[in-house]
């Protein structure tokens, strides 16, 4: 199994509201998505300095499963939102 984490910096600009309406379509989204096994998303509790602001884990059977993902037309303005809400993004893609 392949696990997907990705943690999101939202810009500074950016409100709860619209940080909180952008989870919810990324939940509605990864629902129509049938190669997800697993998938979690959420704001980060503690706000510590080193914390990001929104953490998604999905987890998929295989790394062409993860490729597919990428490209899935439910996935793609999920992404464009999250490109548009923050400073930065990282990822992290593993076998466990």
């Known amino acids: 199994m392949i696990r ?5 910096k939202v810009k500074p600009n ?20 049938t190669s997800i096994r697993s998938f979690s998303i959420g704001p980060d509790l503690m706000g510590l300095p080193r914390s ?5 884990v999905v987890d998929f059977d295989s790394l062409d499963d993860v490729r597919n993902y990428a490209e899935h037309p439910e996935h793609l303005p999920v992404v464009e939102l999250a490109h548009a809400l923050s400073e930065h993004i990282a ?3 593993f076998e466990f």
């Open 4 to 8: 997907h984490v990705v943690l999101f």
């Open 14 to 33: 950016v409100s709860r509201e619209e940080r909180d309406r952008w989870i919810e379509m990324s939940r509605l989204a990864h629902t129509r998505i």
């Open 52 to 56: 990001y602001d929104v953490a998604v």
């Open 91 to 93: 990822s992290v893609d």
